[in-house]
């Protein structure tokens, strides 16, 4: 069989189970067969493939066809830029935690925070990520289940982040003493009552990394009543959530941290998808300093001498 013919067959035999998708998902399928970057396959379309290469691909198509996550396949997924292993032990990265990311990487960039906690690390996509963008930092990864902590310490390794990093096996924040600059937590809020409903690759997914009780908010109500104590006065927590979720973990938020600031943001498709509760005056300071940047740009497309900004003239 040629590559372009096992690309043919791969996409008739995922279009069931990845739609639009299927013909991409051959390609790296068979591109992780046969160690090669996948625009190789461009280049080379009548190379045959030998007949271990043929049962392995046909293994593969066939584990994907039964409902394995593409990224378990593989054994790895992007997360911001960068790949992280992946397998049956955590959670497969979605693409709407950058948007947790990025609301977390400007509060460190803009406060200089260096204590981080990352509760539920999974793979460690979130406090890697900011140990490798703000080297500045030193990150704590927590997670309940050791065999999470296994796959985040074999990314923080491979991605050349584990002398900034801790890994510390602990049931929300028990393990936890002192207090923190930021804390990010992307934990399971899933209704229990809402599992059995969901498509069968994500319930190839750890339990323990989906569910969220009865109302999907079990372990956030633990959370905010253990953050308290671990939080600096200056520091803060984001926290990823379901879409219709907001209105309950903003109360949850104004009644565990009262003196700090809370609000909802949404991810890229625009749902409500994270908690950001920051202490007092940060909110209105990031607004300043983006009107503020935003005035130096004009006054710069003006030739203007000074300023325009009334923050800084
Ligand atoms: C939704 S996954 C998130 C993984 C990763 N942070 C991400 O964003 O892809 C939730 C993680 O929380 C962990 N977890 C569940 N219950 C926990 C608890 N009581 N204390 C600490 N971690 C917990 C799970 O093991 C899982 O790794």
Do not use: K
Request: net charge neutral.
């Amino acid at each position: 069989m040629t590559v372009a013919e096992a690309i043919r067959q791969g996409e008739a035999c995922l279009r069931p189970i990845a739609g639009d998708d299927a013909r991409l998902e051959a390609r790296l399928l068979l591109a992780a067969v046969l160690g090669r970057p996948r625009e190789w396959l461009y280049l080379y379309p009548a190379f045959s493939l030998s007949p271990a290469a043929t049962a392995q691909f046909h293994r593969l198509l066939a584990a994907r066809c039964a409902g394995e996550p593409l990224a378990y396949l593989l054994g790895t997924r992007e997360f911001y830029g960068r790949s992280f292993r992946v397998d049956a032990r955590v959670l497969v990265p979605r693409p709407e935690t950058e948007s947790l990311l990025e609301a977390a990487l400007a509060f460190v960039r803009s406060t200089g925070a260096v204590r981080v906690v990352d509760v539920g690390t999974g793979s460690g996509i979130l406090g890697i990520t900011i140990a490798l963008e703000c080297p500045w930092v030193r990150v704590v990864l927590l997670d309940v289940s050791a065999d999470a902590l296994a796959v985040a310490r074999e990314n923080a390794q491979r991605l050349g982040a584990a002398s900034r990093v801790q890994l510390v096996q602990s049931d929300l924040l028990a393990a936890l003493s002192g207090r923190y600059d930021l804390i990010i937590a992307n934990l399971p809020y899933i209704p229990t009552a809402a599992m059995p409903g969901l498509p069968p690759e994500v319930r190839r997914e750890p339990r323990i990394a989906l569910d969220g009780g009865p109302d999907g908010l079990a372990l956030y109500r633990r959370l905010f009543a253990e953050v308290p104590p671990r939080l600096s006065p200056t520091g803060a927590l984001f926290a990823e959530i379901g879409s219709d979720q907001g209105t309950a973990v903003l109360a949850l938020a104004r009644h565990w941290l009262p003196n700090h600031h809370a609000r909802v943001l949404p991810d890229l498709a625009g749902l409500d998808r994270v908690i950001a509760v920051t202490p007092p005056g940060w909110q209105a300071e990031q607004s300043r300093a983006r009107q503020c940047h935003e005035m130096e740009v004009h006054a710069r497309e003006l030739d203007s001498p000074t300023s325009l900004c009334v923050h800084c003239a």
